[in-house]
């Protein structure tokens, strides 16, 4: 009987230490680097980070990689004359803009693949149709092939031009979280109700990381 107490006891203190310790996403891109140091074989964890970009946002303005430093934010592909995902893609990704609107630490980058149609202009009539005011959503215009290899190689989203697919584009409908680091911590299909509100729980809980 009291070794049933004394457990039940220890049960209940090991599930507050445990509630107490704040929660960490994983990260999604990392690679094991081997070095010798001391004549022995050591092992370092390196975390890819999303290299600098420069480009130009709904307002012709020039956005670079440091327009996001001390920022959480989420990364799309899209296309504006899109017919097929997009519009439940940024449905989706409207309702994470309105949760954190004028939130200092969350921003959202939403990158053209169709640099020849979107023109800054273009997606500038794009966000006021869904009703987007500031610069806390980026939309984002670059070259074709600085677009498509950022993607493919750091966000690891598959983009390409078809002219047999509706729109005459192919891409994945991912919502890429990354940290105030430049380091991917979560991708969400933008389609999926579950995963959008998946999406935001890691936010918050990205959002705690950096509260310690």
């Known amino acids: 009987m009291r070794f049933s ?22 990260f999604l891109q990392s690679e094991i680097n081997e070095k010798v140091m001391d004549g ?4 370092d964890t390196i975390f890819k980070t999303i290299p600098a970009f420069k480009f130009l946002n ?6 670079t990689n440091k327009d996001f430093d001390g920022k959480i934010y989420v990364a ?15 449905r989706n990704l409207l309702k994470v803009y309105k949760k954190y609107e004028n939130n200092p630490e969350v921003k959202l980058a939403s990158h053209t693949i ?11 009539a794009y966000a006021n149709k869904l009703g987007i005011k500031g610069t806390q959503w980026e939309f984002l215009w670059g070259s074709r092939d600085e677009v498509y290899a950022l993607a493919e190689r750091n966000y690891l989203v ?3 031009e078809d002219k047999e697919s509706p729109g005459g584009f192919i891409h994945q409908g991912y919502l890429v979280l990354v940290d105030k680091e430049k380091r991917i ?14 999406l935001m729980v890691d936010m918050d809980t990205l959002l705690q990381e950096y509260k310690k």
């Open 76 to 90: 799309d592909f899209f296309f504006t004359s899109c017919p097929t995902i997009c519009p439940t893609m940024h």
């Open 5 to 26: 107490t004394l457990f039940i006891a220890l049960a209940f203190l090991f599930l507050l230490s445990c509630k107490d310790k704040p929660q960490r996403l994983p």
């Open 58 to 63: 709904q307002d012709s303005v020039e956005v």
């Open 185 to 198: 911590r979560g991708a969400y299909d933008g389609t999926v109700d579950e995963d959008v509100k998946k």
């Open 158 to 160: 598959s983009v390409k």
């Open 114 to 124: 169709d640099a020849k149609y979107d023109v800054p202009s273009r997606m500038k």
């Open 40 to 43: 022995k074989t050591v092992q």
